[in-house]
C-alpha cells in the first residue's frame, strides 16, 4: 500500500504587488497516522534580511502560535487549514508525495525548501532535487525516467534529468555557482528549447539568492524565457508537475 504524505509551505510576502517571498514554515499531514506537525525556520537572521521590518518576538510568537494549534486542533484537514489565512502570510497548494520512510522524507523537504537552515554540507544538492521530483511525479500517478537521453535537432543524444509523458526535465543548480561560467551553457539549453519538436521543456532552477539578485541571473532567465520552455524554480515546478494534466 502506498504511503501518502500531504505538505504545505508558509509563506511571507511584504508586498502583494512585488510578488517577493520568503519560506517561514512548512506543514505536514500524513491522514492514516493521525499525524501532522508544523516547522519552522529558525534562521531569522535571513528572515530580517529579507524584510528588515519584521520583529522577530512577534514573528516568534505568530509561528509558535500555528504550530500549537496545528497540534492540538481535532479533526484536523490540511487542505482546509491552509485554505486561508492572514495579511502577508499564505499557505502554497497542497502537495502530496509518496514515502518509504516518512522522517527521511519530512527532512528531505525541510532541506529542500529551507536551504539556509542546514550546514553547508547537510544542504540538498541537484542529485536529491532530482529523486525528490520523482517521488513528487510518481505521487500523482504518472511515470518518470532519469538520466534518461534523447534525440536531439540532429540526431544527437541529449541527457535529461528526468523524462515525464508530459516534459523533459533539465535542473540547474545555482547556487554558490559562478554564473557568469553558467550563461553559455544557458544559451546551449536554449537552442535546445526552440528546436525540441516532440515535447515540452521544464527547466528547474535553484536560486536561492532572493536579497541581491546577481545581473547574470537575470541574463539567464531572459534567455530561458526567450523560448517555449517553462523557466521554474523547483517549488515552482513541483507545484506544476503535480497540477499538468
Not at 19 to 31: K, T, V
Not at 176 to 184: A, E, R, S, T
Request: glycine fraction near 2%; charged fraction near 30%.
Amino acid at each position: 500500500m502506498e504511503k501518502l504524505l500531504k505538505y504545505s509551505i508558509l509563506r511571507y510576502s511584504p508586498s502583494t504587488v512585488s510578488g517577493e517571498w520568503i519560506n517561514l514554515g512548512i506543514l505536514f499531514s500524513e491522514e492514516s497516522l493521525g499525524l501532522n506537525v508544523f516547522n519552522f525556520s529558525r534562521n531569522f537572521a535571513r528572515i530580517k534580511k529579507f524584510d528588515d521590518e519584521i520583529e522577530k518576538d512577534v514573528l516568534f510568537d505568530f509561528l509558535q502560535g500555528i504550530k500549537n494549534d496545528v497540534q492540538t486542533r481535532e479533526d484536523f484537514n490540511i487542505d482546509t487549514f491552509t485554505k486561508f489565512y492572514i495579511n502577508n502570510y499564505a499557505f502554497s497548494e497542497t502537495c502530496t508525495v509518496i514515502y518509504h520512510e516518512l522522517e527521511k522524507t519530512m527532512e528531505d523537504l525541510n532541506k529542500l525548501y529551507f536551504r539556509f537552515d542546514y550546514a553547508k554540507e547537510q544542504r540538498s544538492d541537484k542529485r536529491a532535487d532530482q529523486k525528490l521530483l520523482s517521488q513528487m511525479i510518481v505521487s500523482v500517478g504518472k511515470k518518470v525516467l532519469q538520466n534518461k537521453k534523447i534525440e536531439g535537432y540532429y540526431d544527437e543524444k541529449i541527457v535529461y534529468d528526468l523524462v515525464t509523458d508530459d516534459f523533459y526535465i533539465k535542473i540547474f543548480d545555482f547556487d554558490g555557482k559562478d554564473l557568469k561560467k553558467c550563461i553559455n551553457s544557458a544559451k546551449a539549453w536554449a537552442w535546445n528549447c526552440n528546436h525540441e519538436r516532440n515535447k515540452n521543456i521544464l527547466i528547474v532552477y535553484r536560486y536561492s539568492q532572493k536579497e541581491l539578485i546577481e545581473d547574470e541571473f537575470r541574463i539567464i532567465k531572459n534567455i530561458f524565457e526567450e523560448t517555449p520552455c517553462h523557466f521554474c524554480n523547483v517549488e515552482e515546478s513541483i507545484q506544476l508537475l503535480q497540477t499538468v494534466s
